[in-house]
């Protein structure tokens, strides 16, 4: 069997979680105090240029290395074992029924004669993981086990990458995953009546893409993509004041922006998110036996746009709280370093990425 990279396994060494997205590479090293408080080692952001990194494709395989190396460099992080992670679009997932007391190598040869019914690509151009969940809760002779399969070049391209940048691959996850991992530890602080049943939407806002993940309790229970996300913010903002791409992008990210913007700029934006937020919303209620959610939970880098969680509240009357990944750990020298936390939201798959370090 060829693994896809430790998928569902701990990393006991040190552990960068790194995340790469079409417009920016983030690294997050977690650690924790004898007292369990969890500390923020190290961390970081490296823009990177449009085009570069596209659907999950490292279009500019050169560019993005020498920017994970400028990322690591500048962190000043010693670790360099490294957890990264593919799109959930890329990876094929099935939790199977097999039967219990098998050995190990028993379980491998089941396991991959089951995921031949799923994976539609020959199995020598796979690489396949899997995880004993635990006894069945319909057969008592049987264990759940969930399976997780990519296609090779995906693993290899990440695994290339890691290599050039002097670095590791030592875990491979799934980003839905990662960052689900890392909303858990939000989740449980939330003020909900009863957080074991409560419904919660995951709203991840990225440059392009507005992923939809609701949470009741440890279960996902609905996902959704959609084509929206910051950089129709930007383009706002290029088209209104005549401003170049990175100009704007820069602009935007450091509030550098005319009186008029909130107005003229910004409201409308708010407007359009507020929209694909109930359209997704809407999507999730026709499709399952729900009609409500308990809470909205902002993360990715353009949910930390000012304004968009009291509006998403006023339009949908639901609470709606922007995450905050670093909520509750020591932060060391950086408590009052405000470009943290205002780009803290967008840190939250490479966050859940180095929780991988720490047993569950």
């Known amino acids: 069997m060829v693994s896809l990279g430790s998928l569902f396994s701990r990393q006991t060494a040190p552990l960068l979680g790194l995340d790469i997205s079409s417009s920016s590479v983030k690294l997050v090293e977690l650690g924790r105090h004898a007292s369990g408080q969890w500390l923020l080692a190290h961390c970081g952001l490296e823009l990177l240029q449009p085009g570069w990194v596209q ?14 190396r400028r990322l690591v460099r500048r962190s000043e992080s010693k670790a360099r074992h490294v957890a990264m992670a593919l799109p959930a679009s890329t990876v094929i997932t099935r939790k199977i029924r ?20 799923y994976i539609p690509f020959p199995m020598d151009e796979v690489s396949l993981d899997f995880f004993t969940i635990g006894p069945s809760a319909t057969a008592a002779d049987e264990v759940d086990v969930m399976i997780a399969a990519s296609r090779k070049e995906k693993v290899q391209d990440l695994q290339g990458l890691a290599e050039a940048a002097g670095l590791k691959l030592t875990v491979l996850d799934v980003q839905t995953y990662a960052s689900r991992r890392a909303a858990g530890r939000l989740i449980v602080d939330l003020p909900l009546l009863a957080p074991s049943e409560a419904i919660v939407a995951l709203f991840e806002i990225s440059s392009h893409a507005l992923r939809l993940q609701v949470l009741q309790g440890q279960e996902l229970i609905y996902e959704r993509d959609q084509a929206f996300g910051g950089a129709q913010l930007t383009q706002l903002i290029m088209r209104h004041y005549g401003f170049a791409l990175e100009e704007a992008e ?9 009186d008029d913007y909130a107005l003229s700029v910004l409201a409308p934006f708010l407007v359009s998110a507020a929209q694909e ?45 922007v995450a905050k990944p670093f909520q509750g750990m020591d932060l060391g020298s950086r408590a009052a370093d405000e470009r943290l936390a205002r780009e803290a939201p967008s840190y939250l798959t490479a966050c859940g990425l180095a929780l991988r370090r720490f047993p569950a």
Not at 101 to 106: F, Q, V
Not at 250 to 258: C, Q, V
């Open 55 to 68: 659907d999950g494709q490292i279009d500019k395989f050169d560019e993005v290395v020498q920017a994970v």
């Open 98 to 117: 097999l039967p219990a007391g098998l050995s190990e190598a028993e379980l491998e040869l089941q396991v991959e004669a089951e995921a031949n019914q």
């Open 277 to 321: 937020v109930g359209r997704a919303l809407q999507f999730f209620f026709t499709s399952t036996p729900h009609s409500q959610v308990d809470h909205i939970l902002l993360a990715g880098g353009a949910s930390a746009v000012p304004g968009l969680a009291a509006v998403l509240h006023e339009q949908t009357g639901v609470a709606c709280t």
């Open 250 to 258: 820069s602009r935007k990210r450091s509030g550098d922006l005319p």
